[in-house]
């Protein structure tokens, strides 16, 4: 299986300045790199605010100093340069993990780990301030008076796990054992570690979902896999048990108007592989400057084509395959934005559909307390918008885990889904439909669905789609339904991208 070239968060890779560097060079990479730290002053920490604040504070201060340096500087100056040149480096990584949107729940129950790196890297700027030969330097008495105190307090300051921290994190532990034993926890716990984490809606709470599957899928360390499993499974139980799915983005448009995206004028078909019209999840740049996906033109140079498809021109070097890693992350962003499912370039989903159950014995106990849940809201719901947002919630998790899918039918979804499909509430109607078909995908979904008599309902909602009028297939705005197809010899060809789409 090809590795992900992403960093692993929590991995603090640093590249070491070459010793032939100029005292200039260095200086002004330096001065770049403190600049970057103190601009997490406006970011938001979740957790290990008290250490984040802390050494983003002595950077500052250092900041200050090599603002002041005056040229030229002594060669003497470079190695310990190049060691606090590396631990900016490091720090600017850890801050950025730690601010992460997605990852709190993952960085607060990695709070040791985080909280001993935070450690090792004030302490590593102490080390550098005591060895850092000020004399030569040619800046104020009150700045090298003001290094010399960053450098005391560096090696003085506390930096454990903040006590706020350790309660949240052991609140997470609690209630994943009450999951591993079978018992729901108290809403009120849950709400108390979502507070903390200040995730406060659907999408952030979808947000987490990803990463937490994206890790996982990527894990090699089965004590990570195992809590990586539960976390999933955690935050599930809390999206359904606590948000209101009016914040779903498939069920309203849930961008905010302030937010300053650069991705809104971008489009998504200029992002696709010119041979594949897939967007383009490994995207590699050939000699004559055109961009594909690395499969795609491979199977195009394998096959003895040694010309640029796009342009005709001849390959200079058609071994030369240059990762373009500025549109890779164009992509992926705007995936996320968008909540489009992306492949990784092995053609594996970033999910958890390769697994028959989850890895922990507390994660298959929330899902299925989540379908018990969600099934609860089916039947007892007297409003027919909260029934479509419960089987949205459905539609989601039945998308590709066979587990899930499995639990649902246990819980008897498919009853109440079939029963919500001939509801007069188009967006109902559509996600129990959709639901139902992604039920089916499993053996024992199909038996439900045809022993609760739902295999003609469900073609009758199918025919009545087949019908709609679609000149381009796509999925359907946020505010508008799919447009109406024509009937007669289009309505068969497009049944099969449609029904394609709904199961998706």
Same mark, same amino acid.
């Given at each position: 299986m090809k590795k992900s070239s992403q960093r692993r968060l929590l991995s603090l890779p640093a590249v070491h300045p070459c010793g032939a560097i100029s005292p200039a060079t260095l200086l002004g990479s330096l001065v770049a790199l403190a600049g970057d730290v103190d601009g997490f002053r406006t970011e938001t920490f979740t957790s290990h605010r008290r250490s984040a604040r802390e050494v983003i504070r002595q950077v500052g201060a250092i900041l200050a100093f090599l603002q002041e340096i005056d040229s030229p500087l002594p060669h003497s100056l #470079?190695?310990?340069?190049?060691?606090?040149?590396?631990?900016?480096?490091?720090?600017?990584?850890?801050?950025?993990?730690?601010?992460?949107?997605?990852?709190?729940?993952?960085?607060?129950?990695?709070?040791?780990?985080?909280? *001993?790196?935070? &450690?090792?890297?004030?302490? $590593?700027?102490?080390?550098?301030?005591?060895?850092?030969?000020?004399?030569?330097?040619?800046? $104020?008495?009150?700045?090298?008076?003001?290094? &010399?105190?960053?450098?005391?307090?560096?090696?003085?300051?506390?930096?454990?796990? @903040?006590?706020? @921290?350790?309660?949240a994190a052991g609140m997470v532990t609690s #209630? /994943?054992?009450?999951?591993?034993? *079978?018992?729901?926890?108290? &809403?009120?716990?849950?709400?108390?570690?979502?507070?903390?984490?200040?995730?406060? $809606?659907?999408?952030?709470?979808?947000?987490?979902?990803?990463?937490?599957?994206?890790?996982?899928?990527?894990?090699?360390?089965?004590g990570d896999s195992g809590l990586l499993s539960s976390l999933v499974g955690f935050m599930v139980y809390s999206r359904a048990v606590l948000f209101d799915l009016d914040s779903s983005p498939a069920i309203v448009n849930c961008r905010s108007k302030?937010?300053?995206?650069?991705?809104?004028?971008?489009?998504?078909?200029?992002?696709?592989?010119?041979?594949?019209?897939?967007?383009?999840? @490994?995207?590699?740049t050939l000699s004559t400057g055109q961009t594909y996906n690395r499969s795609s033109i491979k199977r195009w140079l394998d096959a003895g084509c040694h010309t640029c498809p796009v342009t005709g021109e001849k390959l200079t070097d058609d071994k030369l395959l240059l990762p373009n890693s500025t549109l890779l992350k164009l992509v992926e962003q705007l995936c996320h934005e968008n909540n489009i499912q992306i492949t990784e370039p092995n053609n594996q989903k970033r999910d958890l559909s390769k697994t028959e159950k989850p890895g922990s014995a507390a994660a298959i106990r929330a899902m299925r307390m989540t379908a018990a849940y969600l099934v609860d809201k089916l039947w007892t719901s007297v409003n027919e918008e909260e029934k479509a947002k419960a089987a949205h919630e459905i539609r989601l998790l039945t998308k590709s885990n066979l587990f899930n899918r499995d639990c649902f039918v246990e819980s008897g979804a498919v009853r109440w889904l079939l029963k919500l499909s001939s509801s007069s509430n188009p967006s109902a109607q559509e996600q129990s439909v959709a639901a139902l078909l992604n039920i089916s995908k499993a053996q024992l979904g199909r038996i439900a669905i045809f022993e609760a008599g739902?295999?003609?309902?469900?073609?009758?909602? /199918?025919?009545?789609?087949s019908r709609l009028k679609h000149s381009r297939m796509r999925p359907p705005s946020f505010s508008t339904s799919p447009p109406l197809m024509s009937t007669g010899r289009r309505s068969e060809k497009h049944r099969r991208p449609f029904l394609h789409w709904l199961s998706s």
């Open positions: #470079i190695l310990s340069f190049s060691e606090l040149h590396v631990t900016l480096q490091k720090i600017r990584l850890l801050l950025s993990d730690c601010s992460r949107r997605g990852a709190r729940l993952w960085i607060l129950m990695r709070s040791d780990r985080v909280s *001993g790196e935070f &450690r090792v890297l004030i302490r $590593s700027i102490a080390t550098v301030l005591d060895v850092l030969p000020l004399d030569l330097v040619a800046a $104020s008495p009150e700045t090298k008076e003001l290094v &010399r105190l960053v450098g005391w307090q560096a090696w003085k300051v506390p930096i454990e796990t @903040d006590a706020a @921290d350790e309660r #209630i /994943l054992n009450q999951f591993k034993n *079978g018992y729901a926890p108290a &809403r009120q716990n849950v709400e108390q570690v979502m507070n903390h984490l200040k995730i406060r $809606s659907w999408a952030e709470c979808s947000e987490e979902i990803s990463f937490l599957e994206t890790e996982l899928f990527s894990c090699e360390d089965p302030q937010s300053k995206n650069v991705l809104n004028d971008v489009n998504l078909e200029e992002l696709r592989c010119p041979i594949s019209l897939e967007l383009m999840t @490994d995207p590699v739902g295999l003609h309902p469900v073609l009758k909602v /199918l025919e009545k789609v």
